[in-house]
């Protein structure tokens, strides 16, 4: 269909090609030849003038009006001359000739020519001529040619849409019908073998072998494909018993270490409570001992006593809390920040008043939001304990401030040494500490970045750090409102 209207466009292209030129040739023909053809006759006028001139000038001299109208009659065959007038040196009529019809047409133009007789002139002969004659025939003539040459045009179109539809519409439809009977989507190389059966013509040829190379290489392409299929179809069959396979292994040690760390945890719950109460007794006793009038020596030993306690029980706290957090998620409620952050301080106040250090709280009592008040008071517990185990002159602030109605900054600021913001991520772990030699200055396990560090994660919160100036540390809590 595509090229059968291709021939139909080219011959209807050839037809308009044809008509321009032709009416071009038209054009061209009508401003040429009806200029010729007057200017031929008017030589011709001249001519016969010329001929007749003799025998004119003779008539005229001897005034023979019989002899002077045959010569004049002469001129009725020659269609373009209305009239003719004959006149003596005075221009006086001697004899005229007039044609029947010379009234209806409108003179082209009067020509006149000298008689002369003896070398001597004795009168003129002059002639009216009409162009009407002239450029009818000039019109036949060219309509004539302009036909004829229309008609060569329309054989030559004939011919010429002939030959294109033999050479190359027909061959292009062929070409078309073959290749729109192959399956592109199973394409093999014995399809595109059809081709080689029909032979083409020149550039129709060279279409062929491009079309069928292009074929051969979708044929590849396909074959290439397919295996690739097959050979993936396998793989991932292959992969998706190998997955479920691993998923299965993965999911036994999953449990194992699931159950593992269930038993550590347990394990760890048990033998920290086990360990907190003979520990209680012991700091019961060492503190009624604390209360008696003992000897100096064994007051020393007492308090000695009495602070290892207190050490050990800080850490086993911290170990509980630490285990607590695997417990999961939080005990979400409402609750007054100042509340929290107030209780979490004041159970500060008589060991930041040992060290002489000043503890300062600015909370504005309204503030409230939603959340664990416990985890936080945990959180608080350890950077406050921080915070002062590292100063040892100034003080310690805790403020806090509510960004919007969705963000709360508890910030909890120290004037100690300050601290190594390189270390902040390590520090960060379990069981890590900036010092960590046999002769480190703090005591303690490593374990309260840790806690407060998986406190803000579970509150879907963030932990960072400033150093103050001139020395001194801020480290500010971002926490949530998880009201939502």
């Given at each position: 269909m595509i090229t059968q209207h291709l021939s139909m466009r080219l011959a209807l292209w050839m037809v308009l090609v044809t008509v321009l030129a032709q009416f071009g040739h038209a054009i061209y023909r009508f401003s040429t030849d009806i200029p010729q053809a007057k200017q031929a006759g008017l030589q011709e006028i001249e001519k016969v003038v010329g001929s007749l001139r003799p025998a004119l000038s003779e008539a005229l001299f001897q005034y023979n009006e019989s002899v002077s109208a045959e010569v004049l009659k002469t001129f009725e065959s020659y269609p373009s001359v209305l009239g003719v007038w004959l006149l003596d040196e005075d221009e006086e009529l001697v004899n005229q000739w007039n044609r029947n019809n010379s009234a209806e047409q409108i003179p082209w133009m009067t020509r006149q020519w000298l008689l002369n007789y003896q070398k001597k002139d004795i009168g003129f002969v002059r002639i009216a001529l009409s162009d009407q004659h002239m450029i009818k025939q000039a019109r036949e003539n060219i309509l004539s040619n302009v036909g004829f040459s229309s008609l060569m045009g329309v054989v030559t179109l004939l011919l010429l849409y002939w030959v294109v539809q033999r050479q190359v519409a027909r061959p292009i439809i062929q070409l078309a019908n073959i290749v729109k009977n192959i399956n592109t989507k199973e394409l093999a190389a014995k399809d595109v073998a059809s081709l080689d059966e029909i032979q083409f013509k020149a550039e129709i040829q060279?279409?062929?072998l491009s079309i069928q190379a292009i074929l051969v290489q979708l044929a590849q392409n396909l074959a290439d494909k397919k295996n690739t299929m097959v050979l993936l179809q396998q793989f991932n069959?292959?992969?998706?018993?190998r997955v479920k396979i691993r998923t299965q292994q993965l999911n036994i040690a999953k449990e194992k270490a699931e159950v593992g760390s269930r038993s550590k945890t347990d394990f760890l719950n048990s033998m920290t409570h086990e360990l907190r109460t003979p520990l209680n007794s012991i700091?019961?006793?060492?503190?009624?001992?604390?209360?008696?009038e003992l000897p100096e020596k064994w007051q020393k030993m007492v308090d000695n006593i009495h602070e290892s306690g207190t050490q050990l029980l800080t850490i086993i706290s911290d170990i509980?809390?630490?285990v607590d957090l695997d417990d999961g998620k939080l005990?979400?409620?409402?609750f007054s920040l100042y509340d929290v952050i107030s209780a979490t301080t004041h159970l500060y106040k008589a060991t930041a008043l040992h060290k002489n250090l000043?503890?300062?709280?600015?909370?504005?009592?309204?503030?409230?939001?939603?959340?664990d008040p416990k985890r936080l008071g945990i959180a608080l517990r350890h950077l406050i304990d921080n915070a002062i185990k590292f100063t040892e002159q100034g003080g310690v602030v805790i403020k806090c401030e509510q960004l919007s109605s969705d963000i709360i900054v508890i910030s909890v600021e120290d004037t100690g040494?300050?601290?190594?913001?390189g270390k902040v991520a390590r520090l960060s772990e379990s069981f890590v500490q900036a010092d960590s030699g046999l002769n480190r200055a703090k005591e303690g396990v490593g374990l309260g970045l840790a806690i407060v560090g998986r406190i803000c994660k579970k509150w879907d919160g963030e932990i960072y750090f400033k150093n103050l100036s001139p020395q001194g540390t801020q480290v500010l809590l971002r926490l949530p409102n998880l009201k939502n």
């Open positions: 060279t279409l062929k069959e292959d992969l998706e018993a700091m019961g006793f060492s503190n009624i001992l604390k209360s008696q509980i809390d630490f005990n979400v409620q409402l000043v503890m300062d709280m600015k909370v504005d009592n309204k503030l409230i939001m939603h959340g040494i300050g601290i190594d913001l």
